[in-house]
């Protein structure tokens, strides 16, 4: 037995002295954890204007020489504002730990400084005169890469009112910010719920494809463009009302850009270039009300496509949609909401709209009075809050509490806890929503039956509860304690299929039998059709969903 313990210990020993080509592959850094200029690990992550995430001395010494490297996807970055990523900081340091990496240490000014003055020799005579116009004028930004991933293409879209009128509403109506559905397919998984509707719409409430403007602008009036589009003289003209001096004239190429782009997919692909945004950007402070309300419209036409949501975007938007929720027109704030909402859907966007500093504004946003602008907002911090990142911000900035008390006086309810079901989904949040009495208030809402769209309430509060039992010592208590169980029996023999799914992993939970589910992973639970998201009309009326689109 000696011998052979001995024996072991040595092939044990060698095992250890020697990694495997996979532990080696493994060690080596993952790429966005370089920084794209030096090539290294980055100490010190900042996120720019454009959306990319570069070293913070890189970007320094890009500044201080001039430069504007082009990137690997050709395209070119907007230093103009950055932003530190404690979010990636945080998972290289976690990264070096677990790898036994040594941490990043801090750059060396002259050696970037070589790096960069080597680039700047063979970078493209493009490049270089871009770089020299966009260091004499700081508002010109360029897009980055066009999208990996969005919704889907064409989805389809039955429209109804005229929700992007091109003069002032004198009554305000609304509509759904979508007249779609998104069906989830749970086909997969065995166990899982049926198919789920959801609300996930995928135009905001301020587009529509028809205007009722009776205004300043005749219904008559068609734009042959459309037929004949001839799309680069249109945006010569466009381009050159907008840089006018002359307010008429920027309100005139505005409303001209609005109606091109209001129908037609194509023409919102064409005329959504680094030339036309450049112009309309400078037209988002203005304190003429058809102006603003004008420019960001148009903004939400062109957002409509994914291939423009990541270029809108990295063209440096995201703070200028940030300052009209914070202080523009009220209807210019509407249609920032529903910008930001449409730009959210981009999974590549999702990190940049919550560095950039969406969130809180959005927050503010759910209590105005424009129930619109409420609808986009909701909905936009829904896609917000499907990344962990953006999850740990809302929880810092006290978005628990506030949302318990908005479902709880029910306000968005059926909104709103989609968003808590996501913040769930992580540690902080579900520790925030249980000392926040969450437990209480969901079990109150579900005796109470729910309110208005009950079903649909019933079964996300369902949800929201089954979310926060999940690794939990302290739900089982809580849970008992707001008599949680009388009511989940009552879903279990009265619900639908999915309400009754969760209600009954709780109260197995709960009576001690979960052990057998331990390894179950509850957000592919939730995915797969644990959280009710039927599609709304502005009203809070229930849709059904014959027109669906997967998203």
Known sequence: MGGNGKRRWKISFYSRSKPTQTQQQQQQPPK????PISGSLMFDPVVVSSGQTFERLSVQVCHDLGFIPTLQDNSLPDFTTVIPNLAIKTTIQNWCDSSGTQHPPAPDYSSLEEIIREKMKFSSPSASSLSKSMQLSPDIRVSERELLKAVAENPPVLFSHANTELTHRVNHFYSSSSEESVI???????????PTPLPLATRPACYSSTSSSSNSIAESETLTVTENPKL??????IVEKLKSLDVRDQEQGLISLRKITRTKE?????LCTPRLLSALRTLFPSRYFSVQTNAIASLVNLSLEKVNKV???RSGFIPLLIDVLKGGFDEAQEHAAGALFSLALEDENKMAIGVLGALQPLMHMLRAESERARHDSSLALYHLSLIQSNRVKLVKLGAVSMLLSMVKSGDLASRLLLVLCNLAACNEGRSAMLDANAVAILVGILREGGGGDSEVIRENCVAALF????????????AKEARAVEVLR?????GNNRAREKAKRILMMMKGRDEEDEDICWEEVLESGGISRTRYRAGGRNLPGPNSTNF
């Open 32 to 35: 966005e954890f370089l920084c």
């Open 467 to 478: 979310a926060l039992s999940h690794g939990s010592m302290r739900f089982k208590g809580l």
């Open 184 to 194: 989830v397919n749970t086909a997969a998984t065995p166990s899982a719920s049926p």
């Open 232 to 237: 680069s003289r249109e945006e010569d003209e």
């Open 266 to 270: 194509e023409t919102r692909v064409s």
């Open 311 to 313: 270029k809108i975007v």
């Open 490 to 494: 009552e879903i279990d023999e009265r």
